[in-house]
């Protein structure tokens, strides 16, 4: 749905965007990750055709956002970090006139009445915009996001300055919409991206450092796979046991029965470690994947610059 290919922006001798590269498919929530100043926002603004590219190419469901830029914007809707909303509107006639500046061929009244009920706003729909709170205006700016039912969302840092309930309303929205639509998301704030994000694309000084599925980005990182057990019985019978199984690394113990096994990056090595202990008459008590966690191979992939 989402394609980006070698693209590079540059501000004078400066690259912001350093020929990056990646997709997002649809249905799929892609988390934008990296510090402050990495190049996520110019990438977004890139993607949303705010930005014209230096080099490089963006296709929305095979639109080029540069060649075509009314029919791949027609398939985008945008919430940037700071929702640019009519304050003294009220919510429904702030839908009506965003519905009428896309052009959406829906019935206008059925169309915004079922955004609003999307993104929880119905019960304000006739407050003027500037009374409402941080949350509610976040949501209205969501809701013009999603007029005409564009089938590609792009959130830029869509929970900043909103309070604990309001984060977890936004990510809640986030994740339904993502069965609908392919997002894209973009925050530097991890726990976030953890929680809503099916696949994070982390970028630090304008290039891509790490594209994984949110699950196995500590494996991509590391370049190997970490397990972590509690095991009952001898460690010389446990160890033994473990390091007979095809793809295992290393076997180092722990506090009292726990055990960390490092294992070849892409195997699945737990149903060969269960059917090894049960040989040994040695009960698994815990197993669960261990390896780094997003704060660490976080600092591991930025923290050393553009090395």
Do not use: W
Not at 57 to 80: F, H, N, Q, R, W
Not at 117 to 146: P, T
Request: hydrophobic share 40%; charged share 25%.
């Amino acid at each position: 749905m989402i394609e980006v290919k070698n693209l590079t922006k540059r501000y004078g001798g400066v690259k912001a965007v350093d020929d990056i590269s990646f997709t997002a498919e649809g249905g799929e929530v892609v988390g934008l990750l990296g510090p402050n100043g990495a190049g996520k926002s110019t990438t977004m603004n890139i993607i949303t055709g705010y930005l014209g590219a230096t080099e490089g190419t963006v296709l929305i469901d095979g639109a080029d956002i540069l060649e075509s830029p009314k029919k791949a914007k027609a398939k985008i809707g945008y919430l940037p970090e700071q929702p640019p909303l009519y304050q003294d509107m009220t919510v429904r006639r702030y839908l009506e006139f965003i519905f009428d500046l896309k052009k959406v061929r829906l019935p206008k009244k059925e169309h915004v009445s079922e955004v609003m009920e999307i993104v929880k706003i119905s019960d304000v729909a006739d407050r003027v915009i500037k009374n409402l709170s941080k949350g509610y205006r976040q949501r209205v700016g969501f809701a013009g996001a999603l007029m005409g039912n564009p089938p590609v969302l792009i959130l830029d840092e869509p929970t900043v300055g909103l309070d604990p309930k309001q984060i977890i309303d936004i990510r809640k929205l986030i994740k339904s919409l993502g069965k609908k639509h392919t997002i894209i998301f973009s925050s530097h704030v991890l726990s976030e991206v953890s929680a809503v994000c099916d696949r994070i694309v982390m970028i630090n000084n304008g290039r891509i450092v790490a594209d994984a599925k949110t699950g196995e980005l500590s494996e991509a990182v590391s370049g190997s796979g970490i397990l972590a057990l509690e095991v009952e019985g001898s460690a010389g019978a446990v160890r033994e046991a473990i390091s007979a199984v095809e793809g295992v690394k290393r076997v180092s113990k722990g506090n009292g029965q726990s055990y960390t096994v490092e294992y070849e990056s892409g195997c699945d090595i737990r149903r060969g470690i269960f059917n090894a202990l049960a040989k040994a008459n040695c009960p698994i008590l815990m197993m669960r994947p261990g390896g780094l966690t997003l704060e660490e191979s976080f600092l591991k992939l930025t923290e050393g610059g553009e090395d």
